[in-house]
């Protein structure tokens, strides 16, 4: 499924950032979001909102680089820039596969 696929991981505080993120990541790219995973914050982070949201999506390269770029800026408009992380696998293998279906809050 993300066979030789661009993988994208986009991590926010919160899930009404993440949905915002990822609407206008969606809107910008051609990608397929594979799922939503909620995680608490480290300890040692100073988090205004107490989860953490990473959504998992692949695509073409230069869309999950497009898309990666537009859901950064759009993050940027709520979160501080130590509150968003972002990710590019450019080529992911089959073995990743399954793991990109794994979490809380999957797409059905």
């Known amino acids: 499924m993300t066979d030789g696929k661009a993988l994208g991981f986009v991590e926010v505080q919160g899930y009404s950032v993440a ?3 990822m609407d206008k990541a969606c809107k910008a790219a051609d990608v ?5 995973d909620a995680n608490n914050p480290p300890e040692d982070m100073e988090a205004s909102i107490p989860v953490m949201i990473q959504v998992k999506f692949s695509g ?7 898309a990666l770029a537009v859901a950064r800026e759009e993050a940027l408009r709520y979160l501080r820039d130590d509150q968003v992380i972002t990710k590019c696998i450019t080529s992911g293998s089959a073995g990743i596969a399954s793991l990109m279906e794994l979490g809380k809050v999957s797409v059905k």
């Open 19 to 21: 949905l915002a993120v």
């Open 32 to 36: 397929h979001i594979h799922g939503i």
């Open 60 to 66: 073409t390269v230069s869309h999950v680089q497009t």
